[in-house]
């Protein structure tokens, strides 16, 4: 063991601020980075050292996918051999049948990032519905304080269920920011349902509004939210996730042409490299898929997983290359900007697209940026205090989200007053997914739970961990970082 | 003067003039004065005066031929030009054609449900804002009128037929007090009450609460009273609060807990749905 790494483990374990889960997690990564990272060509390895390809610090020796999304209808249908547990006959059943397979659910958090389409899941056993909202209340409590990240995501929609209105009244209710949820939005969803759940969201930050209609093209009709927002499919998931920074290639970039013809097309070749060498070894070296009942109960399958390229900086790229230093034609306002955006968008699309990894298959995806990001906007949005006025920044949004099947995803805050309105906040959705946007998170700006980037948080719980205390999720440590880094707080919000 | 209506400003999207996401168009002049008026600069036309333009500092407003030109690049929106206007008007009000109002919409237009005109007073433009509607309604929009009732809606013909639903404000029962607040008779207002609730086209009626000031409790009273016969209509209760309003009045909001008793009033006279704001 380097003195490095000794220190290293030295300062985790005493770290007071980590409770003890958080430091089992954070000991497992400084042992999954003591081996070299997956070798690259020396031209990838450029990018790579300039920070303009980044593994998104998953660990050196990746040992499972980043995101399992497992078939969690099958699992219901079934049961688990592996887990002696039989398909479940009441609620009680199944919610507890669900929180053990958590348990063996890995990702690159501690625990699922994926829990089902729960209202889906639930909404058979729901017989009496005092009794269902008892259960379900231990059962979204149970994942609130033992998966504690708010990266862990469910999904309910698009059918109107007795499930689903409990969940989303309990939601409101409980105010707690795991789990992480999306509403899957199609023109079956009745505006009843809807409305509900844009009331929920507004005291709460969640559920998002998922645009069924676009990532069921791009994936079929088998597909989750993950994490923050990644779409990703049922059954498999993704192997790892890649972030271009395009803020740091403008920085190495003289001029327009540079980028578009030579910078651009170097660095993604690099990003592919990473990405394709590194889940080679997932599936090579680490045999995760072999050893585990995951696959042997046919839960999850080599096929279904994908490999996602994300990106940020799309915003300060465009600004720094074209030197705009004007308001009124910057990224989000000025015409010449937005071209080039969808220029640059367009010739990564195409290039990912026609990429051939050894397993799976690239999609893009809006990263929602990392805690210590500097000055860099996540995936294509408009940076905080310079967004447009609300129509045209819904425009340009649904415009730079089109080819992100992999998931992407912009938010705004609206004013207290919406709250006496849903239909307002509904109008507004169904606009911008008509428009092509695909995913739409909105908050209250008074809220106490409120979404940083793309994950939940409570107001309160930040306060508290600033002061020093330790605190039972994993994200309100983000989120300190994210609030300080990204002015989160201080995001334009809407009346309407 | 049916092709051009002078326009205060337009928000492009509203959650609270109507249902849904809605794009509101402020229109200039109102024959009420109101002494709680929140945008009393909507209340005249401008005279020209020029007194506004030595005022702006960002030289946004200079003087013209035809009177006061307002450039909205150079604009800071501090509002001092309101603020010294002696005549309660706005100097950056502009005569805008239908399609000038619809252009300036495009961008909002994806995420709205319809239109709402107010004021000022909307129906002072009646025949301008019946072709704004039409063009609503072409758009596949609703088209909503949020009124103060001062000129009947009977001798309105083309306007009613094609609104899809107003909003109205009684500000009080009492005809002596509704001089004393608007300077104008509520008769025509009360008989708007009528004759929209009877054509099914009032989506909800609106009163202003301020205590000390009005008898709040006979307006909402009989208000209530007459919206029991119409379940469908909405109240709405606003909450008087001070902002914008010149000279400022010498009284305080009114407290949640007025505002409460007032709306079981309200249903106890059996007002189907009351909000409060």
Redesign the interface.
């Known amino acids: 063991m380097t003195e490095n790494m000794e220190a290293k483990v030295k300062e985790i374990m005493e770290d007071p601020k980590l409770t003890y889960p958080q430091r089992l997690i954070e000991l497992a990564k400084a042992a999954e980075n003591l081996p070299d990272p997956v070798a690259l060509s020396e031209e990838a390895q450029w990018f790579v050292d300039r920070d303009i390809v980044f593994d998104m610090g998953e660990g050196n020796a990746p040992y499972r996918p980043r995101y399992v999304v497992p078939d969690y209808d099958k699992f219901m249908k079934q049961g688990s051999k592996f887990l002696m547990l039989d398909p479940p006959k009441d609620i009680w059943d199944a919610v507890s049948n669900l929180l053990i397979l958590y348990r063996f659910v890995p990702s690159v958090i501690a625990g699922p990032v994926y829990v089902g389409h729960i209202d889906r899941l639930l909404d058979p056993f729901v017989k009496d519905e005092e009794e269902a909202r008892h259960a379900i209340r231990l059962f979204l409590t149970h994942i609130d304080r033992t998966i504690s990240d708010s990266f862990c995501h469910a999904n309910i929609g698009p059918y109107d269920t007795r499930a689903g209105r409990i969940i989303l009244e309990l939601s409101a209710e409980m105010q707690r920011p795991v789990p992480n949820m999306s509403m899957i939005y199609n023109e079956h969803t009745p505006d009843d349902f809807a409305k509900k759940a844009i009331g929920t969201g507004l005291i709460t930050a969640k559920p998002s509004f998922v645009n069924d209609a676009m990532y069921t093209a791009d994936w079929g009709s088998n597909y989750a939210i993950v994490s923050c927002y990644n779409a990703l499919p049922v059954g498999g998931g993704g192997l790892t996730l890649g972030r271009l920074n395009l803020k740091k290639l403008a920085d190495v970039t003289e001029s327009p042409e540079q980028l578009l013809n030579d910078l651009l097309p170097r660095a993604v070749a690099a990003q592919c490299e990473q990405m394709d060498k590194r889940d080679t070894y997932i599936l090579e070296n680490s045999h995760f898929l072999e050893n585990t009942f995951l696959t042997e109960e046919g839960l999850i399958q080599k096929d279904r997983f994908v490999g996602m390229f994300g990106l940020v900086g799309l915003a300060e790229c465009v600004n720094q290359v074209l030197h705009l230093t004007d308001p009124k034609e910057r990224y989000g306002h000025g015409k010449q900007a937005e071209e080039f955006a969808l220029e640059i968008l367009e010739r990564i699309h195409s290039q990912v697209e026609a990429y051939k990894p050894k397993y799976g298959k690239f999609a893009l995806h809006g990263q929602v940026g990392i805690s210590t990001d500097l000055g860099v906007t996540p995936n294509t949005r408009v940076p905080v205090g310079e967004e447009p006025?609300?129509?045209?920044h819904?425009?340009i949004t649904a415009k730079t989200q089109k080819h992100f099947a992999a998931g992407i995803g912009e938010l705004f805050p609206f004013e207290e007053?919406?709250k006496?309105?849903p239909?307002?906040?509904?109008?507004?959705i169904?606009?911008?997914f008509?428009?092509g946007m695909r995913y739409f998170s909105f908050y209250s700006s008074n809220s106490d739970v409120i979404r940083v980037t793309g994950y939940l948080v409570k107001r309160s719980d930040i306060e508290k961990y600033d002061a020093g205390e330790a605190c039972i999720g994993n994200s309100t440590v983000l989120g300190s970082g994210a609030s300080k880094g990204l002015h989160i707080f201080e995001r334009s919000v809407?009346?309407? | 003067m049916c092709k051009y209506g002078l326009v205060n400003r337009i928000i492009p999207f509203s959650c609270v003039d109507g249902p849904g996401n809605r794009s509101a168009v402020f229109f200039q002049g109102c024959e009420f004065r109101c002494a709680y008026c929140h945008n009393p600069e909507t209340q005249n036309l401008c005279t020209s005066c020029g007194v506004c333009v030595s005022q702006c500092p960002t030289k946004a407003l200079t003087m013209g031929d035809k009177g006061v030109l307002w450039n909205s690049e150079l604009c800071c929106s501090c509002d001092q030009c309101l603020n010294v206007c002696p005549s309660h008007s706005s100097p950056k009000a502009r005569w805008m054609s239908v399609d000038d109002i619809f252009q300036e919409l495009q961008g909002a237009l994806p995420f709205i449900t319809g239109i709402t005109i107010s004021g000022g007073e909307c129906t002072q433009y009646h025949q301008f804002a019946a072709k704004l509607f039409d063009r609503a309604h072409e758009l596949g929009k609703t088209a909503f009128c949020d009124t103060n009732g001062q000129l009947p809606f009977r001798e309105m013909p083309e306007l009613t037929a094609v609104m899809d639903m107003a909003m109205l404000d009684v500000k009080a029962w009492n005809d002596e007090r509704h001089r004393e607040l608007t300077g104008k008779s509520n008769r025509i207002v009360l008989d708007n009450l009528n004759y929209l609730s009877e054509i099914g086209k009032l989506y909800e009626v609106r009163t202003v609460i301020v205590p000390g000031l009005l008898n709040n409790e006979e307006t909402v009273e009989q208000v209530s009273r007459h919206l029991a016969h119409y379940p469908e209509i909405r109240y709405k209760l606003i909450k008087y609060r001070p902002w914008g309003v010149r000279p400022p009045l010498e009284v305080q909001p009114p407290s949640d807990q007025y505002m409460e008793q007032l709306r079981t009033l309200a249903c106890e006279n059996g007002a189907n749905e009351v909000v409060l704001t």
């Open positions: 006025p609300l129509p045209e819904l425009l007053t919406a006496k309105n239909q307002a906040v509904l109008d507004i169904k606009g911008a008509a428009e809407r009346s309407v």
